[in-house]
């Protein structure tokens, strides 16, 4: 197999792979999905992305400084109680 006209000419490359494919060895059959796949030949599409049930609210420095000021514990007592 030639590397160069493999990434050249694309009806070399699917023609390699056909070959790759169709052989006994399962090892040889993954390597051929996944350099398909990982050049976009495979034709699957993507499912859409999922809204997440819940999203938290976008923090504004502001805020998180009130945050901090709120739960951050105030000096009250003197040295000795």
Do not use: C, V
Not at 26 to 51: C, F, H, R, V
């Amino acid at each position: 197999m030639d590397i160069h006209q493999f990434l050249a000419d694309r009806n070399y490359a699917q023609q390699m792979l056909q070959i790759a494919d169709e052989s006994e060895d399962e090892d040889l059959i993954m390597y051929a999905l996944q350099i398909s796949n990982n050049l976009g030949w495979l034709g699957t599409k993507s499912a859409p992305a999922k809204k997440p049930f819940f999203e938290l609210p976008k923090r504004t420095p502001e805020a998180e400084q009130s945050l901090l000021a709120a739960t951050t514990p105030q000096y009250i007592y003197g040295t000795r109680g």
